[in-house]
């Protein structure tokens, strides 16, 4: 885990500390009070030895407090501070103060090894989630303490924060923005304020700590988050502000819900009950949701639980899913509202893109169908994107052995978002396995309408034929899917059998009762009337036999039932 510093033979790394306010710097005024004090914390920490090493000799024309020597990190830590002025207390905060510390990060990022932000404790988790968002293409640890007590009161957990965030900072190469609070190094996106006196007053209930220190420092390596493209780090600087968080309570009116929702609303966060429940049997509440919806605002909704998720795999999950609502799964409050006001702030994406966006884990900020059952689904993504970074050779050859199989599994989950995720990893969503059978057959035999519709737009081949012959189109008359036999019509699927082959296979149905397969079979194109080698229709055939149902169908189909064989 160790990295490269500025200065590798003296094993230094540097550190860049952005005061903003909060407890944490707070000092006692004449009164006895605690208030925050501008332009003394840099000169408090000097003074104080566990802060700062005087003996340490630093090679630079810049003033660097450093800190004392510590057993197993490998990198001596230097640091400066950058006060924010005035200091704010952590409720004042917003987007104005998300900017600034965002700038000050961007403008300085090129000469320090890591970041820490101080700040309040009360809006903490937000600061690290909107920074996480911000701060594009992160590479740099940039972590974000505050304290209960303050660093210079006699029982402070503010030390031990300030001085582990340091340390992480200057020593492990964690490419996010976290949170360092009461032992536990969190992910910033994933992290919220718990309990207003503990000293454990943050923490990540639907995420596992990325590390611990005790009498260690643990890092859980295995959860850092590697973004599957590498782009160069850039700050984004804009928010949308006209974004909310609407808690649902027992009784919430009707005109409650009209004000929140009405304009000048871009993005609205409904907090829902328990595994994601709203009260969808009081249409009038719905029809806010829906009109404000059609008005252009995204609604994501997630759960009041700070445990657990959301999904549409509920009664509400399913109006959700159809009024256009988008699942915020796992996601904190914290996160899903700076997440949204980051997303409605890209003019690159449009509505639709945005709505996708949503979707994804951009941060590692959300677990993603976790409720799919097939295979666990997130390990789908897991292999995607290894494949992904893979390269050479072999890459080539596990791509065509996995991918067939992730869209495959993609596709029986019905999950057109890892469709989608699978594309954009690179798998090649038109290829087919050894029986010639490609991803649209399968969703055409297991009735995924949304993934037909889905592999049609991305340009999978409609008419493609497998070795034995079946298209796409067979598959659904198979299942007797009218809706998929429309679609792939829509689309200028063709039956492609012989006239006689369709004649031997409406026999074949007649014979065996099967009117809801001739119904299938004609929808999708085939004549009913034909004839067999030997001159003689399925009405021949069902007449023969008696079979009185299917004579009742076809009779319709034929204009001339009085057809005559080769007997005559
Ligand atoms: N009111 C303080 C804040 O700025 C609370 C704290 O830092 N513990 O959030």
């Known amino acids: 885990m160790s990295r490269p510093m500025c200065d590798c033979n003296k094993k230094e790394a540097r550190v860049h500390v952005i005061y903003v306010g909060g407890a944490i710097g707070m000092l006692r005024d004449d009164n006895g009070e605690l208030a925050s004090e501008p332009n003394v914390l840099a000169t408090r920490f000097q003074e104080c030895p566990s802060c700062h090493d005087k003996e340490y000799k630093v090679d630079s024309e810049e003033p660097f407090l450093v800190l004392p020597a510590v057993k197993d990190a490998p990198f001596r830590v230097l640091y400066n501070l950058k006060e ?15 900017k600034m510390i965002v700038k000050e990060v961007g403008k300085t990022y090129k000469d320090f090894d890591g970041f820490v932000i101080l700040q309040g404790t009360d809006t903490l988790a937000y600061t690290a989630s909107a920074l996480a968002f911000m701060l594009e293409g992160l590479n740099k640890p940039v972590l974000v303490t505050g304290a209960q007590i303050p660093i210079f009161e006699a029982r402070s957990d503010g030390r031990d924060n300030f001085l582990n965030a340091l340390l992480v900072a200057g020593n492990y190469n964690i490419p996010e923005v976290l949170v360092f609070f009461g032992g536990k190094i969190l992910r910033g996106c994933r992290s919220t304020k718990i309990n207003a006196e503990s000293f454990h007053a943050l923490d990540s209930p639907n995420f596992p700590p990325l590390g611990r220190t005790g009498f260690k420092i643990e890092i859980n390596s295995r959860q850092i988050f590697r973004p599957c493209s590498v782009n160069k780090f850039t700050v984004h600087c804009e928010l949308e502000k006209n974004v909310g968080l609407l808690r649902i309570y027992p009784g919430i009116s009707v005109d409650v819900m009209k004000a929140f929702l009405s304009e000048p609303m871009k993005g609205v966060v409904l907090q829902t009950f328990g595994a994601g429940n709203f009260p969808i049997h009081q249409e009038e509440l719905l029809d806010q949701l829906r009109e404000a919806v059609l008005r252009g605002v995204l609604v994501v909704y997630i759960s009041q639980c700070s445990t657990g998720m959301v999904a549409y795999n509920n009664e509400t999950g399913k109006v959700f899913q159809e009024v256009g609502i988008i699942p915020g799964y796992d996601m904190t409050e914290e996160a899903a509202f700076t997440k949204l006001a980051y997303v409605l702030s890209k003019p690159e994406w449009d509505l639709p893109n945005k709505k996708k966006v949503m979707l994804l884990s951009l941060r590692g900020e959300v677990t993603t169908n976790k409720v799919a059952k097939i295979n666990d689904i997130d390990l789908i993504e897991g292999v995607a994107r290894t494949l992904h970074m893979a390269s050479g050779t072999e890459q080539k050859q596990m791509c065509s052995t996995f991918y067939p199989a992730l869209v495959a599994a993609a596709v029986c ?3 057109v978002n890892k469709l989608g995720d699978l594309k954009q990893y690179g798998a090649d969503l038109c290829d087919t396995n050894c029986d010639g059978r490609s991803a649209l057959h399968l969703a055409c035999f297991l009735g995924k309408l949304n993934c037909v519709c889905y592999l049609i737009s991305a340009g ?16 659904a008359i198979d299942t007797d899917n009218h809706k998929i036999i429309q679609t792939l019509l829509q689309h200028d699927a063709k039956l492609n059998d012989q006239p006689l082959v369709q ?16 119904e299938s079979f004609r929808l999708a194109g085939a004549d009913l009337t034909l004839a067999d080698r030997t001159g003689r229709t399925a009405l021949h055939y069902a007449c023969q036999l008696g079979n009185h149902e299917v004579v009742e169908y076809l009779m319709p189909h034929y204009q001339n039932p009085y057809v005559k064989d080769e007997m005559g």
Request: with cysteine.
């Open 84 to 98: 924010f002025s005035p200091l704010i207390d952590s409720s004042c905060m917003g987007i104005a103060e998300w």
């Open 460 to 475: 999978c081949p409609v008419n493609v034929h497998d070795r034995f012959n079946r298209t796409p189109l067979h598959e």
């Open 503 to 518: 004649a031997e296979m409406l026999r074949a149905l007649t014979e065996r009762g099967k009117v809801a397969r001739l």
């Open 413 to 415: 989950a019905g999950d």
